[in-house]
């Protein structure tokens, strides 16, 4: 049994189906259920519910997950432990919304880690910091992956999805989506962005009434024009943040909720490049940040 498995089955447990794994590992959903089918055939018994519509992990897969996370953490420690100095520098693009709930993080844990590692972060656009990824102005880049999988040029390394949301005014009442959008101005997440576009998608399919005269690309801006009572906008979640400086109400939109994936990115030809892949290990997410539950409806 190849580990890779055991990585696709926590994807399929995060996640919770395998259209959801397989969006994840960049795999097809057929991919997924054919390395599922092998791992029952491995321990001799089944590890999902298949009763219903949608297949359900048991509490063996569970159990069996809980087990190789445990040793690939033990195994990336002794990596760590083992390995020469990771000493240099790195220069890494990241958007503006993860300058803020993920940068932090990812820049503690590379000074405790490898403190001989110098990360010099730079903010952009998407579709900018890709053209300083290729052109070598950049060593790599946390991203948004385009829908289309993105340059084959570029190694595409899946980090976490980041939900959409719809937020609402803290006055407003409600959680229906066509009535908020008839009684509220869309306020629209740039629509020149991967996340805006399915954003946009959404609202045609959900709301197609809805009327829109503003078109921004930054989050902190539509929160603070939401919580002044100017509209609705669905957008990736803002995070704690934003809502402490500007209330909103937060209405998830549904089961299935979209999402836009956020990857790192490094050029194909640096895929072993030490202290590339030493930047991608601090910008993993946590085990509790990957299960950290959707975020309820406010103020209903």
């Not at 001799?44 to 063996?60: E, K, M, T, W, Y």
């Not at 069996?64 to 390995?83: G, K, M, N, P, Y």
């Not at 490898?114 to 946390?142: C, F, N, T, W």
């Amino acid at each position: 049994m190849k580990l890779s498995a055991f990585r696709t089955l926590n994807a399929v447990l995060r996640g919770g189906s395998f259209a959801a794994a397989a969006a994840d590992m960049n795999l097809s959903p057929s991919a997924i259920s054919l390395q599922m089918k092998q791992m029952e055939e491995y321990f001799g018994q089944p590890l999902f519910d298949r009763s219903a519509l949608q297949v359900r992990p048991n509490a063996f897969a569970a159990e069996i997950d809980a087990v190789l996370q445990d040793a690939f953490t033990r195994l990336e420690t002794l990596r760590r432990r083992s390995s020469p100095g990771i000493e240099g520098r790195v220069r890494l693009g990241t958007i503006e919304p993860l300058q803020v709930s993920l940068l932090p993080r990812l820049l503690r844990q590379a000074r405790q880690r490898y403190p001989q590692l110098d990360v010099r972060p730079v903010r952009g656009r998407g579709a900018d910091l890709v053209d300083q990824l290729k052109s070598g102005e950049l060593d790599a880049a946390i991203i948004v992956r385009p829908e289309s999988g993105g340059s084959s040029r570029l190694s595409w390394t899946p980090l976490f999805r980041e939900k959409l949301v719809l937020i609402a005014p803290p006055a407003s009442t409600g959680t229906d989506i066509a009535e908020l959008f008839r009684e509220h101005e869309w306020l629209r997440f740039d629509k020149s962005t991967i996340g805006g576009r399915i954003a946009a998608r959404y609202v045609a399919e959900h709301a197609p009434h809805a009327r829109s005269r503003v078109d921004m690309p930054s989050l902190a801006a539509l929160t603070a024009l939401v919580s002044g009572g100017l509209g609705v906008s669905i957008l990736p979640e803002p995070g704690e943040h934003l809502y402490v400086a500007h209330p909103v109400r937060v209405i998830p939109l549904g089961r299935n909720p979209p999402y836009r994936q956020i990857a790192y990115a490094c050029r194909a030809t640096d895929q072993d490049n030490r202290l590339v892949q030493a930047v991608l290990d601090c910008a993993r997410p946590e085990p509790a940040e990957a299960a950290a539950p959707t975020r309820p409806a406010q103020g209903t």
